[in-house]
């Protein structure tokens, strides 16, 4: 399995206070990724990082916000939680965006909101 | 704008039987396709890819693929179904030239294999 670690794999939290998601990768690859899981939706991308301090937003951006500091390591937080952000959260990584490159996912961060 | 449309969301199997997974797909420019499997409360698994080599990709666990362009399709099979199959399976591409080879995902198609 790839070197990828999400933190906390669980939690609950109150509506309104913010949250972060820590992901960690040991394969220093470029890219990393968040998506969020919902039924029905498959996966959907928050947001991407290209690089240390590199980001851009993906197609459910909106209450979420990223930070990179590190290679290793990508950081999904929500400022105030809801309760449509209840999900699972799956962090992703890519060595690079040449075709046919291939995601690695950890396994996942199950986030409920109250 | 890239998408995948996964035909079915739930497919039900006899063990022993194959598995047709249907996917189609919708891209500006060559696509990169995958196929992933989550089994239950687990994070995703590449199973197969398709690299322009051949148009026939051959997976783990007895999985293959076909690509039809003609079609814009790239469905699974797999010629005997296993108990261990039972999982979520993922359609995915990904825009060979957007930045950042984001993947869109397909919304999933949920198989179960009977005894």
């Known amino acids: 399995d790839a070197g990828i670690t999400q933190s906390p794999r669980h939690k609950v939290t109150e509506t309104g206070t913010p949250v972060t998601l820590r992901c960690h990768q040991t394969?220093?690859?470029?890219?990393m990724y968040w998506y969020r899981q919902d039924p029905g939706h498959g996966l959907r991308l928050i947001h991407y990082?290209?690089?240390?301090?590199?980001?851009d937003k993906g197609e459910v951006s909106d209450g979420y916000s990223v930070s990179r500091s590190k290679t290793e390591d990508f950081l999904l937080t929500l400022e105030s939680a809801t309760s449509s952000q209840t999900s699972v959260y799956f962090c992703?990584?890519?060595?690079?965006?040449?075709?046919?490159?291939?995601?690695?996912f950890g396994q996942g961060t199950r986030l409920t909101v109250v | 704008a890239q998408s995948v449309t996964q035909l079915d969301s739930h497919v039900s199997v006899s063990e022993g039987t194959p598995v047709l997974l249907r996917c189609n797909y919708s891209?500006?420019?060559?696509?990169?396709l995958f196929w992933y499997v989550q089994h239950p409360n687990k994070g995703l698994q590449l199973l197969l890819k398709?690299?322009?080599?051949?148009?026939l990709v051959k997976g783990i666990n007895g999985f293959e693929a076909e690509f039809k362009k003609s079609e814009t399709s790239f469905h699974l099979t797999k010629p005997s179904a296993h108990m261990s199959d039972a999982a979520e399976y993922f359609c995915?591409?990904?825009?060979?030239?957007?930045?950042?080879?984001?993947?869109?995902f397909g919304g999933g198609t949920r198989v179960l294999v009977k005894p």
């Open positions: 992703a990584i890519s060595e690079s965006e040449a075709l046919n490159t291939e995601a690695f």
């Open positions: 394969e220093n690859h470029r890219y």
């Open positions: 990082s290209y690089g240390v301090k590199d980001t």
């Open positions: 891209s500006s420019y060559s696509p990169s």
């Open positions: 398709y690299t322009s080599a051949a148009t």
């Open positions: 995915v591409v990904s825009d060979a030239w957007a930045a950042g080879n984001k993947l869109t």
